[in-house]
């Protein structure tokens, strides 16, 4: 059935750049009919396991600006935390980048943190510069978001000193033989940094070209504030801010953090941590391997969302079938209609969820009906 739909081989590559791209999409969604999805997904999550991949993509992701920067961002980012689960299988994590690619999905979500080994120094980092060797000319076309802060030794804290800043993105640059990272992000707030040190750290980076742009992740609007005054003295833009956003967790997106950061002068290009529910300590998923009953409640919402969405889709030989979409993708597809331009941040270490994770979620014909629909069932 898999290998039937995907004779449908509709390939919506958009040019990357463009202002417009998710406004385009948008449009295209609300006037034209939407494309058939390309797989069953209607046993998502364990089934997907098992779905076989197709020779050729059949969709691929769009891509996003980012204010202040010449940078684009594909529509859904693949993020590291789980890296680690690939050691000593360098193919396994050069297969789940390369099924990254076939779906557009260029943005790689890093931090020296995930698999902590010492300050720094991280596991995922690692592996994930094993598979970067291993595909000669891959960097180039990732677009990496290394974050940088967390230290762990002597316990939790942050050093935003201008000394741990480049030694930092040092260890990055080295550690992926690349002259530039695309975005340097602060992993974390320090209520005590001292921004003008900071500002002054990524105006040398930015002279010497090792970073396109910079992000904040977990930032409060004050201390947003305070960096980007202290970097406006410089002449320098924060382009980027990841937190998290999902169903399971929408506060950023009803406390109207999400709009703060999404329009006017301080649009900043979301990312969104944890977007299904992940455990932003590594472990299992907090949503659909729940018990508790709003998670169920949450993940049955979807559930019936996936069904109610149902497609009419061409099976080829002038037969038809109707495929419906898993919570998991749906899940996704909430977040990419949220109009804050929200990058969520996929990380499944499984090649086959995560192309059904990427792939439908786009073209699900979902409508602020069922944005609100779903909204509604969040409720604590
Ligand atoms: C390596 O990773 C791939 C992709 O996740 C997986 O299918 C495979 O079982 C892994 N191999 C080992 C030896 O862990
Ligand atoms: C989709 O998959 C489900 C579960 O495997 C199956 O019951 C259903 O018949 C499939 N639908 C189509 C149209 O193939």
């Known amino acids: 059935m898999f290998a039937a739909a995907c004779l449908v081989l509709l390939v919506f590559d958009r040019a990357p750049g463009a202002e417009a791209v998710n406004r385009g999409l948008r449009k295209r969604r609300s006037q034209t009919p939407p494309e058939p999805p390309t797989s069953n997904a209607t046993t998502a999550m364990d089934a997907a396991l098992t779905v076989k991949l197709p020779a050729v993509p059949p969709f691929k992701v769009g891509r996003i600006s980012v204010p202040h920067s010449d940078l684009t961002l594909s529509r859904i980012a693949y993020g590291s935390l789980h890296f680690p689960e690939f050691k000593d299988n360098v193919t396994g994590l050069t297969a789940a980048l390369e099924a990254c690619q076939k779906v557009g999905v260029t943005t790689i ?134 937190m998290e956003t999902s169903v399971l967790h929408p506060d950023r997106i009803t406390d109207d953090t999400v709009s703060y950061f999404s329009t006017g002068e301080n649009e900043l290009r979301i990312l969104g941590w944890g977007a299904l529910g992940g455990d932003p300590y590594g472990g299992s998923n907090l949503l659909f391997g729940s018990e508790g009953e709003r998670e169920k409640r949450i993940v049955e919402t979807l559930a019936l969302k996936g069904q109610e969405l149902a497609l009419e889709e061409d099976a080829g030989l002038g037969k038809k079938q109707t495929v419906t979409f898993g919570p998991d993708e749906v899940a996704v597809a909430w977040l990419l209609h949220h109009p804050g331009n929200i990058v969520p941040i996929i990380g499944t270490t499984a090649v086959a969820r995560l192309m059904a994770q990427t792939t439908p979620a786009e073209k699900i014909p979902f409508r602020d009906l069922d944005f609100d629909d779903i909204m509604s069932a969040l409720h604590y």
């Open 109 to 242: 979500d890093l931090a020296d943190v995930y698999g902590w080994i010492e300050d720094g120094h991280g596991a995922a980092n690692d592996i994930f510069a094993e598979a970067l060797k291993a595909s000669p000319g891959l960097r180039s076309k990732l677009e990496l978001v290394t974050k940088f802060g967390i230290r762990l030794s002597g316990g939790y804290h942050i050093d935003l000193s201008p000394e741990w800043i480049h030694e930092s993105l040092d260890r990055y640059l080295t550690l992926f033989d690349t002259d530039y990272v695309d975005v340097l992000m602060i992993h974390n707030p320090d209520p005590n940094m001292d921004v003008q040190a900071v500002a002054q750290a990524f105006k040398e980076i930015k002279e010497a070209r090792k970073a396109r742009a910079f992000g904040i992740s977990n930032f409060h609007q004050w201390e947003y504030e305070a960096l980007r005054d202290a970097m406006a003295a410089e002449g320098l833009k924060l382009s980027v801010h990841e």
